[in-house]
């Protein structure tokens, strides 16, 4: 039986996933309306293919409880928050789950740590906490990391389909592990060390988010001479060797625009291309904000409350909200004091901003500019309706004939 710790957006359909394809699995979460949630057959968050998943692993016999489970193998995917000051990672959701799970687990149990880590959590505190239990590594207790990859928007296809990566101690715990994730993962799976492992996640990560810092910094030397930044890139994209992805309002969730700042907290004076990237889109909501500023000065527009921004999670079409570019921006806003700009988003049902809207004709009728921040569908199907409003695209969606970009 594998026992799931942490059933977000990770551990969810991990452990769907796993009881899906002819596991017994039992998912574990400390949060009892989460649990409750989950035993009355409802899903907790909205992502493409999600809901049938969930209906295929309740016909298999997956079980919710807020207890750890005894057994030999665990997966523990619960948060890993990083401190916004000292830029890193606090692993005490991991230890505690590792300190409960030494306290149930069978004798010679697998732990597999799929939360995302900065290098060297494991030796420096996810050991100690096994040994200081008095178990030892290797023979009553056997650690592996296998950090997720799966972009939200589009989980369920790359469970099945992404490549993984299986940091462990010993070959044979390594193969015992890469058998479980085989059962579902089309993907080939590398076997490698921990520490090797580690940094691949945040390398990944890293990796992006110096790309997308790459065309941000780009749109602000296009805009500096009133350059066509989507056109430079797709041209420049046209090479066999280059690969440019798109500037953005800011960069937002909890993977890309947290994980680089691993690599700063702990390398300070040798992450120095990193710092400036996240640097570079952490400004970017401060940029938006000032073309917001900008562009009501040139169409002489003096009202904020005409001024709504479209768009709150951190990216299209799914309904998470973490470090979204939309509330940086309005974070901003308040540091200069000013009257908080309209917000609309489809996914987002509840009130959690100022001004906040929930019928978009009603939130277009009412501004007299518009700021795509998200390029949900649901705007490109309604284009129609922003014909006679200022525009003000962060992702280059609409065919604008008098609109404005970043
Ligand atoms: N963004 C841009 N320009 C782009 C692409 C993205 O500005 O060209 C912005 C998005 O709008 C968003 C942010 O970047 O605000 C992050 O979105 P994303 O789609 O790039 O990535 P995440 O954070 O949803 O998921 C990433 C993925 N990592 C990589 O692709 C290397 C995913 O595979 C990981 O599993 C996930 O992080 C994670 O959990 O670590």
């Given at each position: 039986m594998i026992n799931v710790i942490g059933l977000g957006y990770i551990g969810l359909p991990t452990a769907l996933m796993l009881a899906a394809h002819g596991l017994e699995v039992i998912g574990t979460d400390c949060n009892k309306e989460l649990v409750d949630t989950l035993k009355a057959g409802r899903t907790t968050f909205k992502e493409e293919g999600l809901d049938a998943l969930f209906a295929r692993a309740g016909q298999a016999g997956i079980r919710f409880s807020q207890q750890y489970q005894e057994t030999d193998f665990y997966i523990v995917s619960v948060p890993t928050p990083y401190d916004k000051?000292?830029?890193?990672?606090?692993p005490s959701y991991v230890m505690g789950a590792v300190k409960d799970i030494v306290q149930v687990s069978k004798p010679g149990a697998v732990i597999v740590i799929e939360s995302t880590i900065s290098p060297g959590t494991i030796d420096r505190f996810i050991r100690p906490v096994i040994t200081e239990s008095g178990r030892i590594i290797g023979e009553d207790i056997h650690l592996a990391h296998a950090p997720e990859r799966i972009i939200p928007g589009n989980m369920v296809y790359e469970l099945l389909h992404n490549n993984r990566t299986i940091g462990v101690d010993s070959p044979e715990i390594g193969r015992k592990i890469k058998d479980i994730y085989s059962r579902f993962c089309q993907g080939e799976i590398v076997v490698t060390d921990i520490r090797t492992a580690e940094m691949t996640k945040v390398v990944e990560n890293t990796f992006r988010a110096v790309n997308i810092a790459f065309a941000n910094e780009l749109a602000k030397i296009c805009r500096h001479d009133n350059l066509d930044v989507y056109e430079i890139i797709r041209i420049c994209n046209m090479h066999p060797r280059v690969n440019i992805l798109q500037p953005g309002p800011g960069v937002g969730g909890h993977c890309i625009s947290v994980d680089p700042w691993f690599l700063v907290g702990d390398y300070p004076s040798l992450a120095k291309v990193i710092d400036e990237s996240m640097k570079t889109n952490d400004g970017m909501p401060e940029f938006v904000l000032n073309r917001i500023y900008e562009i009501m000065k040139e169409r002489g527009l003096?009202?904020?409350?005409k001024v709504g921004l479209y768009g709150?999670?951190?990216?299209?079409?799914?309904?998470d909200i973490r470090e979204s570019p939309t509330l940086q921006l309005l974070s901003s806003q308040r540091h200069h004091l000013a009257q908080p700009l309209c917000v609309y988003d489809?996914?987002?049902?509840?009130?959690?901003?100022?001004?906040?809207?929930?019928?978009l004709k009603e939130f277009i009728q009412d501004m007299e500019m518009v700021v795509i921040m998200v390029k949900h569908d649901e705007i490109k199907e309604n284009m129609?309706?922003?014909?006679d409003k200022i525009v003000l695209d962060c992702h280059n969606i609409c065919d604008l004939q008098e609109g404005y970009h970043l």
């Open positions: 000051f000292s830029k890193k990672v606090d003096k009202d904020l409350k709150l999670t951190y990216k299209e079409n799914i309904d489809p996914f987002i049902q509840e009130d959690i901003v100022a001004n906040q809207y929930h019928d129609e309706l922003l014909k």
